[in-house]
């Protein structure tokens, strides 16, 4: 890439409003080069732009169209304040968190997030041994660079797979039963991306990348290369197109897996409630961390009418627009069970491979855990509605 070039792209990255409400300084004194040094999840993004190439760094940070939902998914949680209760013993915090039967430390899980050999060399297996060693649970997309058998070997178990629904179901069938196969105990079906969105952040990247990659890419008239999990089947990327997508989706899946099944990218009471009559075993609140729709709604608003119509019968989970502690807690105190994080996690993965993914972690546990000093809460359980404050 010519120094022109990067420089275009940098002007323009400057004046974009992804970034417009984040740190910009990563030339300033004391700016972190280490785990130990990284105070927030900011300060490992700093390091990260600087690792990552311009293309896949503009993948990482697009949302759709100007943006605006991904930059609406950080505002949703800064209206939101924390009510902090006073002269509660807080000696004695707990913040494990129960999923399926099965109890984690904290309530912090790693979304699912594909392509991350365009971010470290070592991939989802430094993701994979970050969570173990941290011990959160990992979801694997499925467009993952690093096929589930070698991910569940870094990680020591099983991780939960997401799905990405194809338009031809002896593609879907033959994924399935391959992570069925695999152990995995969750398929994790994402519904808010049936076809392709408007990423102007990620196209403009890419122009401004004059790299040759053919591990991600392929020559200019050529397909592109399979990704591992779609290896020996009959997969092409348009089949990822799945505009005739419906609720009897679920069902099909039900006749072919006994694993327990999530849907992810819910974000209304209606939908919600369908998941319910489906038979849906959690629902998880998503907007793609603003990848997907340009509906410029929060996830953040978009949880308490969701929850409100499990009202506690399946567990919600929720992402997008997570970066502190604190994010986390109002996430909880608006019906989230577990939360789960993005980009805060890639940042780590781009700045120091495994050890930086655990810093990600050991920071937004951490956050939490002084917000629920702070506020009094010292358990999961005593965050609630009354926790927080701001527009409802």
Known sequence: MSELDRRSFLSWMAASPLLAALPS????????????NALDVFDLERIAERNIPVAHWAYLQTGVDHDDTLRRNREGFERLYIRARRLVGVENRDMRARIFGR??????LLAPAGSQRAFHADAELATARAAAARKHLQVLSSVSSTAVEEVNKAGGEPVWYQLYPSSEWDVTQAVVRRVAAAGCPVLV???????????????RGAAADTRVCNSCHAPEGQAPPVKPMYQGTSFRPEMFDAPALTWGFIARLRDITQMQIVVKGITTEEDARLCLSHGVDAVWVSNHGGRAEGSGQATIDALPEVAGAVAGRIPVILDSGIRRGTDIFKALARGADVVAIGRPYLWGLGALGQEGVERALEILTNELDMAMRLSGTPRLADIGPSSIGGPM
């Open 25 to 36: 300084h990563a030339d300033e004194p004391g700016f972190a080069t280490t785990a130990a």
């Open 103 to 108: 109890e984690w430390p904290t309530p912090i």
């Open 189 to 203: 079906l994402t519904v808010d991306l049936p076809w392709s969105t408007n990423r102007l952040t990620a196209q």
